[in-house]
T-cell receptor, first 113, second 111 residues
Framework: NAGVTQTPKFQVLKTGQSMTLQCAQDMNHEYMSWYRQDPGMGLRLIHYSVGAGITDQGEVPNGYNVSRSTTEDFPLRLLSAAPSQTSVYFC????????????FGQGTRLTVV | EDQVTQSPEALRLQEGESSSLNCSYTVSGLRGLFWYRQDPGKGPEFLFTLYSAGEEKEKERLKATLTKKESFLHITAPKPEDSATYLCAVQAGGSQGNLIFGKGTKLSVKP
């Protein structure tokens, strides 16, 4: 049982480049979300999805896009990378949108130079 | 504004020295309070969910409690393997499952 799988684990981008962070879960969870974690700050929600075809913005959505074409996958796209997007990104999933624990991936450490 | 504050930021204990971590929160309609453990370079790992004041949950050396304003994570006779950052998060009413995290408490347990 793989749980939540994120790829890549590490990435270095140049300012202005675009890329997609991949997230896949094999638990048939309806709810998936993306967080970023920065030193001295708590995890902050970027985007979330309550099911295939449904996405919405979280606390810090600017500069990021998401889509949810299948239950399993929830990719996060950086359109034009900026140094302020240097962070560790975590994908999470849970069976339903509320009242239940979230399962987190191992994270993607992104550096934008 | 919904907010979660954890204290202390860092805590150093000797093996066997019991202590508590604090998580105070202000949220409109608490649906759940969650405790996670995070090891360096890893994603958060779920520990407990608490739903209402007075509720308690236990797991090995950890015990989580909840009041109307705060939660405590009590660590009894900690071991070096309990060293990690402990995160507290709340889910507000009408939030569609989104979590609001505190900054965490970094616990170090020395042998």
């Amino acid at each position: 049982n793989a749980g939540v799988t994120q790829t890549p684990k590490f990435q270095v981008l140049k300012t202005g480049q675009s890329m997609t962070l991949q997230c896949a879960q094999d638990m048939n969870h309806e709810y998936m979300s993306w967080y970023r974690q920065d030193p001295g700050m708590g995890l902050r929600l970027i985007h979330y999805s309550v099911g295939a075809g449904i996405t919405d913005q979280g606390e810090v959505p600017n500069g990021y896009n998401v889509s949810r074409s299948t239950t399993e996958d929830f990719p996060l796209r950086l359109l034009s990378a900026a140094p302020s997007q240097t962070s560790v990104y975590f994908c999470a999933s849970s069976p339903t949108p509320g009242f239940t624990e979230a399962f987190f991936g191992q994270g993607t450490r992104l550096t934008v130079v | 504004e919904d907010q979660v504050t954890q204290s202390p930021e860092a805590l150093r204990l000797q093996e066997g020295e019991s202590s508590s971590l604090n998580c105070s929160y202000t949220v409109s309609g608490l649906r759940g309070l969650f405790w996670y453990r995070q090891d360096p370079g890893k994603g958060p790992e779920f520990l407990f969910t608490l739903y209402s004041a007075g509720e308690e949950k236990e797991k090995e050396r950890l015990k989580a409690t909840l009041t109307k304003k705060e939660s405590f994570l009590h660590i009894t006779a900690p071991k070096p393997e309990d060293s990690a950052t402990y995160l507290c998060a709340v889910q507000a009413g009408g939030s569609q499952g989104n979590l609001i995290f505190g900054k965490g408490t970094k616990l170090s347990v020395k042998p």
